[in-house]
């Protein structure tokens, strides 16, 4: 039977907008351990350089991170946005971001109800508590500890897959000194389904549970801070920040609650649906102003204008060629914008794309690596 501390500590998580609460112990979670080691010799987590074989001894021992801890607490919180596509206007292409990154930081948001948590812990446990929260950017193996809290299981897109609630959702953390009554992990699978690992555009789901990150294509339009291979970019489609591809197709989702924090929810439809041509002509300053305080900041401007090249090679939409030979040629714009807007350009047809092409190459150093794309753009590499 959950004892009347644990049963107040949840009660008071639901209340301040969490959708679902689970209780872990707070010993080693030496799976979790081995499965980071193994994916970090095998290559799947290369460019994550953070990713090491200490962070992964750090990130499953809980006791080291808050010495003293007896129990954590994982916390869920939906973020699943109800907003449609715009219906697609000739001249106008847009891109796509990733539900999580339509609204506010989910940093900033969820560290806030996790602080006034804590307050109330302390209130109802009668006394200080040592406590230490996690949001996706410290150490803690946070989808391992909600598993056996039982949130929810692991699924094969490597997403949590919680039920009733699905994997739009944020996870949060709360390492306490408190000895509460943990949960029992969920006895659920997914089963013969493999929609995710069929549906990948890019092949990252290399097997079930298994994700090759660098051919992710959140890693591609987030994390990567050099040129996108070329083989992946023709399978990129219009995503600009993050992709959503195997969380749409997944059955959980079928039945997945809206989020009920409406900093989470997008607010607007550029929020979710970018028209890519402004992007692109964006400066920095006003890149900052418009995504301030949201996710898309962690890409910076030239990285989110790099893949805004990319969707509009991918979409072939004419109206992108003047913007798109405007970036090529500007020498004030970061260099990798212009080699993608190379790339971009060399996926149309029209005499335009192709001029634009023809100058830059003249005007450019010999050796340079924007020579070298636009070579291979001359000469219609994919």
């Known amino acids: ?30 799976e979790a351990e081995r499965a980071i080691l193994e994916r970090i010799e095998a290559g799947h987590m290369d460019g994550l350089r953070w990713f090491t074989a200490e962070r992964a001894r750090l990130a499953t021992r809980p006791q080291e991170l808050l010495p003293g801890a007896q129990s954590i607490l994982a ?46 812990i302390e209130a109802i446990a009668g006394r200080p508590v040592k406590a230490r929260f996690f949001v996706d950017s410290s150490p803690l193996a946070e989808r391992a500890v909600a598993e056996r809290a039982g949130l929810g299981w692991f699924g094969k897109n490597t997403m949590l897959l919680l039920p009733g609630a699905s994997s739009w959702a944020f996870l949060c953390e709360v390492i306490l000194d408190l000895p509460l009554e ?15 690992l069929d549906v990948c555009p890019t092949g990252a789901l290399v097997a079930p549970g298994v994700l090759d990150t660098p ?31 195997c969380q749409e197709v997944c059955p959980v ?12 929810r997008a607010y607007d439809d550029e929020a979710a649906f970018p028209r890519l041509v402004p992007l692109l002509e964006m400066d920095d300053p006003a890149f900052r102003a418009r995504y301030r305080g949201t996710p898309v900041m962690r890409a910076k401007s030239w990285g989110l204008q790099r893949n805004a090249c990319v969707a509009l090679g991918n ?4 109206a992108a060629i003047p913007v798109l030979a405007s970036a090529l040629v500007d020498a004030s714009r970061h260099p990798l914008v212009r080699e993608h807007a190379a790339w971009a350009l060399g996926r149309f047809e029209a005499p335009r794309a192709r001029q634009a092409l023809d ?24």
């Open 1 to 30: 039977m959950t004892t009347p501390l644990t049963q107040d500590i949840k009660a008071a998580a639901l209340e301040l907008g969490f959708d679902r609460v689970g209780v872990s112990d707070a010993e080693p979670l030496r």
């Open 75 to 120: 916390l869920s919180a939906s973020y699943l946005g109800q907003r449609e596509a715009p219906e697609v206007q000739a001249g106008e292409p847009r891109g796509r971001i990733a539900r999580y990154a339509w609204g506010r930081d989910y940093h900033d948001v969820l560290k806030e109800l996790a602080r006034e948590l804590v307050g109330r």
């Open 182 to 196: 943990p949960d029992r992990p969920v006895k659920k699978s997914c089963g013969a389904c493999q929609r995710c």
């Open 215 to 245: 051919r992710c294509i959140s890693f591609l339009t987030i994390e990567l801070k050099d040129r996108i291979p070329r083989h992946l970019r023709p399978l990129m489609g219009s995503w600009v920040f993050g992709c959503d591809d």
């Open 253 to 264: 989702n079928r039945r997945a609650l809206p989020a009920r924090i409406a900093a989470l």
């Open 315 to 318: 979409l072939g939409d004419p």
């Open 359 to 382: 100058a830059a190459w003249l005007a450019v150093d010999a050796e340079s690596d924007l020579r070298h794309e636009l070579e291979l753009s001359l000469a219609g590499a994919a």
